[in-house]
């Protein structure tokens, strides 16, 4: 039940007062209605332009007020991808400012930061091809966060042990943005059904095999992406497992 998940987590706001500072993504609406009346100052962060406390990103720049103080933050050139980091970068610099860090050292730091293992982890580019790591993604919400960090061009790598998310949520990103689907483990038979008439769909038995399926696929400056939208115990130990199997597959590539 997701009210009562969502309740126990703003649970955190019963030790807070006035005194305290809750940061929040004011682009969620059900955020919004549930901490109008919370005691701590609010600073919100979201994708578009507004008038309260806070951040928010346009062309690659988080622009920031906190009172009467104004920030810009200039990040052309990072390595993380896709909205949900967008989302992350503004939280961070948020905080980095209240710690009164300067500008050109939050641009810079952020910009140098290249992610973390399994999370959209740049593995290797091969003949102009991208091969990208994010065995992170368990769920059918962080596989369609990943779908939306890449314009076109992806043959994706999916499955695992069915999680029971709802794959159809993803057909609009899957027909824009997917040219074909390579599925393995448990879940594929339900993959499949959600994804065959959206967009291209294969099947493997081993993640070996779904690599060299999407390598040979694969054109120039097409991504080869490995977000699985499920767990991994139905072929691997862990998620973290599976994503070093796939780096250790794709650096045998030639």
């Not at 406390?53 to 906190?66: M, N, Q």
Request: charged share 30%; aromatic share 8%; hydrophobic share 40%.
């Amino acid at each position: 039940d997701f009210n009562a998940y969502a309740q126990a987590k703003l649970n955190i706001l019963k030790n807070m007062t006035s005194e305290d500072i809750l940061i929040y993504n004011r682009d969620d609406t059900y955020l919004g209605k549930s901490l109008k009346d919370a005691a701590p100052k609010k600073l919100v962060f979201s994708m578009k332009p507004h008038q309260e406390d806070g951040a928010y990103w346009d062309h690659d720049i988080i622009f920031i007020r906190i009172g009467n103080e104004n920030r810009q933050i200039y990040l052309k050139n990072t390595y993380l991808r896709g909205p949900h980091n967008r989302y992350n970068m503004m939280v961070a610099s948020l905080v980095a400012v209240l710690q009164h860090i300067p500008d050109k050292i939050i641009s810079k730091e952020i910009c140098k930061f290249t992610g973390i293992e399994h999370r959209l982890e740049l593995v290797r580019n091969l003949h102009k091809i991208t091969f990208i790591n994010d065995s992170k993604a368990t769920t059918v919400d962080s596989l369609g966060y990943a779908l939306k960090s890449f314009d076109r061009g992806i043959i994706l790598i999916a499955g695992g042990k069915d999680k029971g998310g709802d794959f159809s949520e993803l057909n609009s990103l899957l027909k824009e943005r997917v040219k074909q689907v390579v599925l393995i483990g448990q879940a594929a038979d339900r993959m499949e059904k959600a994804w065959k008439e959206v967009t291209r769909v294969e099947r493997e038995k081993t993640l070996k095999a779904a690599v060299m399926k999407a390598y040979s696929i694969a054109s120039p400056d097409d991504i080869v992406l490995l977000s699985p939208g499920c767990s991994s115990f139905d072929m691997f130990e862990d998620f973290e497992d599976r994503g070093r199997q796939f780096k250790k597959i794709v650096e045998k590539l030639n």
